[in-house]
């Protein structure tokens, strides 16, 4: 009762009155003016600065007075990131446990500023137990420098040399931790580069995981081992050594419910999204099927995390021909509340599917306030972040016209070949080179299939021969090369009939 007691003489001493925050239980249009410039723009009703002021103030002048009030609404909105909610996450755990030591230091640190020593300094001793449950060094740090200034102070030599040697510590493992993150940070930006740098070379990025890996036996730190197990499944990716990435996953998993790893700061989506990965690539469909569906089951479909499982279990259905089960998914993505919310960039893959879906199955649900003929109508202009989206939507778009008007065809396989030659000709894997070639076969022998079938044999037996790429490369190879080839010869020979 007594720290209550301080508490409250502190807060209303110390605080401001009017806390600078908006009310989000009354989102309604009243005499507030930085709610309505919320409301409005939330809405959609006010898009830009001339449409705010009109409904705020009835005059189209951006002038002082708007200014200010943006102003305010914007600090406002900041102040509520001091009290965001991760609980949906599936790494609440960790994010929350993080924010709660940030949230106490910022407490005893503004005691500290007004004189409070004692509870403040309580409070330090409170965030460093939270930051050493979480592992989290350089909190600690801030801590045991506040208290060593605080028993410099005060004249506590035994507590302020006790402090310093602590620190020399933490200091020390602090050191390790940043040369750790370099060299992770350092290989991310390597694996982030054009393929070409990737392609020369991984010994550079195995020389990493084995540093780490040496770094984390000397120090036990988890800030440490959280950046070598994800460069160690990268490296089995990068190598197309799925099997690993599979065996590496299961070791871990086994030694964090062993207790050797740190409960609090591991997270297994990492892993999880690894393990879906893997099983895809080595065509392991039932197993993936399974652990996939599971996962969905598991996670809150409001997280980003629900979203990348629901895209690896579409596109396993539809690797396997269960086109059906795909379109199912589909709907089942589309229906949730924050589909329409998602960035720009899902978005588009999730169209890139849904129109896979669509040519493959015929079914109308699939493109529901979509318009699928513009979509492949358009011919994707280039982005390199996009390289493998768009070159799947030019697939797409050839496999439309296979049967179509010649002459479209022949522009659409000239854009592709432009594409890869001119802007990704080391970005992509053999195979999605190799059916580029193949494609060409439809147009250059004027849909023959007699023909087709002859010329295209070398090709096609050494697409058979190819493996499928890693995330060495760029591709996004939603359906298996060999099955559109057989759909399209297929479609060939019904033609000529």
Not at 187 to 210: D, H, Q
Not at 211 to 239: A, C, G, P
Not at 316 to 341: C, G, H, P, W, Y
Request: aromatic share 12%; net charge neutral.
């Amino acid at each position: 009762m007594d720290e209550i007691k301080e508490l409250i003489k502190i807060v209303s001493d110390h605080t401001k009155k009017n806390l600078p925050l908006l009310d989000l239980k009354k989102q309604q249009l009243n005499g507030n003016k930085e709610m309505n410039l919320f409301l409005g723009i939330k809405t959609g009703m006010f898009n830009n600065d001339e449409e705010a002021s009109i409904g705020i103030y009835g005059t189209e002048e951006v002038d002082f007075k708007f200014r200010m009030l943006k102003s305010r609404l914007n600090r406002k909105l900041l102040n509520h990131l001091f009290f965001m909610d991760f609980s949906t996450a599936p790494s609440s755990k960790t994010v929350n446990t993080y924010q709660e030591a940030l949230d106490y230091l910022h407490f005893s640190r503004m005691l500290l500023k007004i004189g409070e020593t004692s509870l403040g300094t309580k409070l330090l001793y409170k965030t460093i137990d939270i930051a050493k449950e979480g592992e989290y060094t350089v909190v600690i740090i801030d801590c045991l420098r506040e208290l060593r200034e605080v028993y410099s102070k005060t004249f506590r030599p035994k507590l302020f040399h006790n402090i310093k040697n602590q620190l020399m510590e933490l200091e020390a493992l602090e050191r390790i931790e940043e040369r750790a993150n370099s060299i992770f940070q350092e290989n991310r930006l390597f694996i982030n580069s054009t393929v070409t740098n990737r392609k020369k070379s991984l010994e550079p990025f195995a020389k990493g995981v084995s540093e780490l890996w040496d770094m984390y036996m000397k120090s036990d730190s988890f800030n440490i081992f959280e950046k070598y197990m994800k460069m160690q499944v990268w490296h089995h990716e990068l190598t197309g050594n799925f099997e690993k990435v599979l065996f590496f996953a299961e070791k871990v998993i086994k030694d964090y419910e062993g207790g050797l790893i740190n409960k609090v700061r591991f997270n297994e989506m990492f892993l999880d999204q690894a393990k879906g990965n893997a099983l895809i690539k080595l065509r392991r469909y039932d197993e993936g099927a399974d652990f996939l569906e599971a996962m969905l089951n598991k996670i809150d479909d409001s997280t980003k995390e629900w979203y990348v499982f629901a895209e690896k279990y579409l596109m396993l259905n539809i690797q396997r021909n269960e086109f059906d089960k795909a379109s199912f998914i589909f709907q089942r993505v589309a229906a949730t509340r924050n589909f329409d919310n998602l960035e720009k960039d899902e978005i588009l893959r999730w169209n890139i599917l849904r129109s896979y879906l669509y040519h493959l199955t015929g079914d109308k649900k699939i493109i529901k306030k979509f318009i699928y003929e513009e979509f492949i109508a358009n011919t994707p202009v280039y982005e390199k972040d996009k390289a493998g989206i768009n070159v799947a939507l030019l697939i797409l778009q050839i496999l439309e016209l296979a049967q179509g008007d010649l002459a479209i065809l022949h522009e659409k396989l000239n854009a592709l070949d432009d594409y890869v030659s001119k802007f990704l000709n080391n970005s992509f894997s053999k195979r999605t080179k190799t059916f580029c070639k193949l494609l060409h076969k439809i147009a250059v022998h004027n849909r023959d299939y007699d023909t087709i079938s002859q010329k295209s044999r070398y090709l096609h037996e050494k697409l058979n021969d190819s493996e499928v790429g890693g995330k060495t490369f760029v591709d996004m190879e939603i359906l298996s090369y060999e099955f559109l080839w057989e759909k399209i010869m297929t479609e060939l020979k019904t033609f000529k009939a």
